[in-house]
């Protein structure tokens, strides 16, 4: 475990990962595939690190996810070599996807359209490389990718070539779901138009060895992957307050908080403020269109207990203000300057990207290791 | 200037930052300020770059606001030695404090309670240092602060004896300004709270050299500084599309922006797909409550030159939509995969805080020069 400090040591904002609920999630999510016997290839863009990245494979390396080229850069170099880049190719990317390639990565990268598949398909040609290519499907009218039943499909195989990889999706509506039901329809939803996507190229003599779909909310609630052949998911990691807004877990699986403290009272008011602004805590408020607005974060004691309905009821870049959610008027008295708080986040991406690095605390409540997390593109 | 590159070099997302328009508006602030002849102490908190610093100079070191400690050690490091940390204090946070004024910084740090005076000054006494500290004011019933007619500010006052070194005060509540009236009205509610503070504590015979106050709105449309010492402002340096939207700036007069290809059309809906979701942008949604929703940003062309009413209008991880504010539908095809745009920010201490450098461009259009910036605490 090496050498442990106490929480109080720590100077805030201060990135707090509870090692725990870390691994009861990775497990979770195992645990939930194994019957299923399909393969996961989790999402290393929440958690942006290899200590995390083993443990989402129960304690080895394994095919990952990405959402940037810097990412499969530093995972390549963790001994990752299994990359999905599966954020859309532009042309000014070629040379590093390139660069990635001949370093030895088993890298596949993503399009949407035969444009962009011709342009990829006649770099390749011009560089000698065979980099895999997968097929973003629209299986949820969400964000990108084709339609499984669109003449563009086709188009984009054609256009591939011999580097057609497979299909992909993910069903991002999933995080607008209201029940149980509603998460298992859009699984359905999302495996429907992947599998779908799948059939159509093969009626069309095209090989589709891969058939890829996945979010947390799908991947925890889907109730068949026939057809499919990996799913990727990356926020169960940590979990966070939108998740457990959806019902995919409860408060005490949140793996992830900021350790913050009351720098001031307005006490006519009933609010503390803390040292954790936007900067610490970002400017998500994916909770927002729930029927639970958590603010900026629901705050909790030192320990990681939720002290009623306080949150952080706005936040400039270092100051959050924090308040109870009913209006109450907080006794300031009960956190007098200087009290450690911990907040936790509405998207544990977007908070986690804030921080250069994770204070790991194991079951005691002491620090245990510092985990360094990656930054930029 | 250096070796000189095309913008079409740059891998996409890539923050751009517009020589020309920081230079002239750095100049604008020295040139509002000048018949007052009140001394600038420009915030570094939204450049957080010693280059950017100077400029705000006019070429040379000068005092200057940081938000964090960490910031507090880079621009000393660079010989800015005269720095007001300007977020109160924890006293997790007086250990390096005391380390930054043996290090030779005149630091000036800040408190709004008499029980965080009296542990920073137990500190100081303990160590044998003078660090001089402001009360915080609240002067707009914002955000943080003792009110300038509160009993807490005498007592306050008593607990730092000797540390006592001036009043300080934000009118953040100026940032909601509808009217060039409403911005006058902060600026003077501003400057009446912090000088009626200030002649408080010196009807009861404490010295007090500082009088600090100001933000952007503020600094730019006060008519009067008088009894103030000094000005703080930050975000002017690249100005925004809030601050636009407040009327504190032209469109032409906005200096980052967010480089980013074109991944992906869906073109019965008339949306482009980015290659900047909030990663790149920030969850910043600061025009939410302004007359004109910019959504996650203004999209410009590769040059800088806004395209109508095209804005990003929702954004994930790593991709944005774009689309048009009215819902009319963009013909898609006049933007193929792999086009550059450029996004304009709605809080640009938000957007270039995602980024580890600004590439700047000078009035050719091509990369002069790359400026690290500074993150995390």
Same mark, same amino acid.
């Given at each position: 475990?090496?050498?442990?400090?106490?929480?109080?040591?720590?100077?805030?904002?201060?990135?707090?990962?509870?090692? &725990?609920?870390?691994?009861?999630?990775?497990?979770?999510?195992?645990?939930? /595939?194994?019957?299923?016997?399909? #393969?996961?290839?989790?999402?290393?863009?929440?958690?942006?690190?290899?200590?995390?990245?083993? /443990?989402?494979?129960?304690?080895?390396?394994? #095919?990952?996810?990405?959402?940037?080229?810097?990412?499969?850069?530093?995972?390549?170099?963790?001994?990752?070599?299994?990359?999905?880049? *599966?954020?859309?190719? *532009?042309?000014?990317?070629?040379?590093?996807?390139?660069?990635?390639? $001949?370093?030895?990565?088993?890298?596949?990268?993503? !399009?949407?359209?035969?444009?962009?598949?011709?342009?990829?398909?006649?770099?390749?040609?011009?560089?000698?490389?065979?980099?895999?290519?997968? %097929?973003?499907?629209?299986?949820?009218?969400?964000?990108?990718?084709?339609?499984?039943?669109?003449?563009?499909?086709?188009?984009?195989?054609?256009?591939? =070539?011999?580097?057609?990889?497979?299909?992909?999706?993910?069903?991002?509506?999933?995080?607008?779901?209201?029940?149980?039901?509603?998460?298992?329809?859009?699984? $359905?939803?999302?495996?429907?138009?992947?599998?779908? *996507?799948?059939?159509?190229?093969?009626?069309?003599?095209?090989?589709?060895?891969? @058939?890829?779909?996945?979010?947390?909310?799908?991947?925890?609630?889907?109730?068949?992957?026939?057809?499919?052949?990996?799913?990727?998911?990356?926020?169960?990691?940590?979990?966070?307050?939108?998740?457990?807004?959806?019902?995919?877990?409860?408060?005490?699986?949140?793996?992830?908080?900021?350790? *913050?403290?009351?720098?001031?009272?307005?006490?006519?008011?009933?609010?503390?403020?803390?040292?954790?602004?936007?900067?610490? /805590?970002?400017?998500?408020?994916?909770?927002?269109?729930?029927?639970?607005?958590?603010?900026?974060?629901?705050?909790?004691?030192?320990?990681?207990?939720?002290?009623? =309905?306080?949150?952080? !009821?706005?936040?400039?870049?270092?100051?959050?203000?924090?308040?109870?959610?009913?209006?109450?008027?907080?006794? !300031?008295?009960?956190?007098? @300057?200087?009290?450690? /708080?911990?907040?936790?986040?509405?998207?544990?991406?977007?908070?986690? &990207?804030?921080?250069?690095?994770?204070?790991?605390?194991?079951?005691?409540?002491? %620090?245990?290791?510092?985990?360094?997390?990656?930054?930029?593109?």
């Amino acid at each position: 475990m090496g050498r442990m400090t106490a929480l109080e040591t720590l100077e805030t904002p201060a990135l707090i990962l509870d090692r &725990a609920r870390l691994v009861a999630n990775c497990e979770r999510m195992r645990a939930h /595939l194994a019957p299923f016997g399909v #393969p996961l290839r989790p999402h290393v863009k929440t958690a942006k690190s290899s200590e995390v990245a083993r /443990l989402m494979h129960g304690g080895g390396t394994g #095919p990952v996810t990405v959402s940037t080229l810097k990412e499969a850069e530093f995972f390549l170099a963790q001994g990752f070599d299994d990359l999905l880049y *599966a954020v859309g190719l *532009a042309p000014n990317k070629f040379a590093r996807v390139a660069a990635l390639a $001949r370093a030895g990565a088993r890298l596949q990268v993503i !399009v949407d359209s035969a444009a962009m598949a011709w342009a990829f398909r006649e770099f390749c040609g011009s560089q000698g490389l065979r980099v895999p290519v997968l %097929i973003e499907i629209d299986s949820d009218d969400h964000r990108a990718g084709i339609r499984p039943d669109s003449a563009e499909l086709l188009r984009t195989a054609a256009a591939l =070539d011999g580097l057609l990889g497979g299909v992909l999706t993910h069903a991002g509506n999933s995080y607008g779901s209201t029940s149980v039901d509603h998460l298992r329809r859009w699984a $359905r939803i999302e495996r429907q138009g992947v599998t779908a *996507a799948a059939e159509c190229l093969r009626s069309a003599g095209h090989e589709v060895p891969v @058939v890829s779909l996945g979010s947390t909310p799908t991947a925890l609630f889907a109730q068949s992957f026939e057809g499919v052949s990996e799913v990727r998911a990356g926020v169960y990691v940590f979990f966070d307050l939108v998740m457990a807004g959806l019902g995919v877990c409860a408060l005490g699986e949140l793996a992830l908080s900021v350790l *913050a403290s009351v720098i001031g009272h307005q006490a006519h008011k009933g609010w503390l403020v803390i040292d954790a602004g936007w900067m610490a /805590l970002s400017r998500d408020r994916g909770t927002q269109i729930q029927r639970v607005d958590q603010g900026y974060g629901l705050v909790c004691d030192a320990r990681g207990e939720p002290l009623g =309905d306080l949150i952080v !009821v706005d936040a400039n870049q270092e100051h959050g203000i924090v308040a109870s959610r009913s209006g109450e008027r907080l006794d !300031v008295r009960r956190y007098p @300057v200087g009290s450690l /708080l911990r907040v936790l986040p509405n998207h544990a991406c977007a908070t986690a &990207a804030q921080h250069a690095a994770y204070h790991v605390v194991g079951a005691g409540g002491e %620090i245990e290791a510092r985990w360094e997390r990656l930054h930029g593109w």
